[in-house]
């Protein structure tokens, strides 16, 4: 059975930081590639960021450039996103997605969400 549990969301002033935790399991996490993805409300789901298999690549979006990383543990089948300097933008809901590149396969997380408010 295929899970993406996303962890750490919450409720953080603007300039704060967070740290989002996706721990996978049911499927091969080294073979896909991974990313965050974000939902604000009344907004179409955006891609933050993503993380190819090895963990030797990585993309953002440029709202986030300079200010989120994102990373991955292959060995404990868990991907992070650090958000720094947050913004009251980046309000939303954060999903997790596990893409096998060579055959689209992909499976979604439930989401966590972060509150970024005075």
């Known amino acids: 059975q295929v899970q993406l549990v996303e962890s750490g969301g919450g409720l953080v002033q603007p300039g704060g930081s967070l740290r989002l935790s996706c721990a996978a399991s049911?499927?091969?996490?080294?073979?896909?590639?991974m990313s965050w993805y974000r939902q604000a409300p009344g907004k179409d789901r955006e891609l933050v960021a993503h993380?190819?298999?090895?963990?030797?690549?990585?993309d953002y979006a440029d709202s986030v450039k300079g200010r989120f990383i994102i990373s991955r543990d292959n060995a404990k089948n868990t991907v992070f996103l650090q958000m720094n300097s947050l913004k009251p933008e980046d309000t939303a809901v954060y999903y997790c997605?596990?893409?096998?590149?060579?055959?689209?396969?992909?499976?979604w997380g439930k989401g966590t969400l972060v509150t970024v408010s005075s």
């Open positions: 049911g499927f091969i996490f080294s073979w896909y590639r």
């Open positions: 993380i190819i298999s090895d963990g030797t690549g990585t």
């Open positions: 997605n596990a893409l096998r590149v060579v055959s689209g396969r992909q499976y």
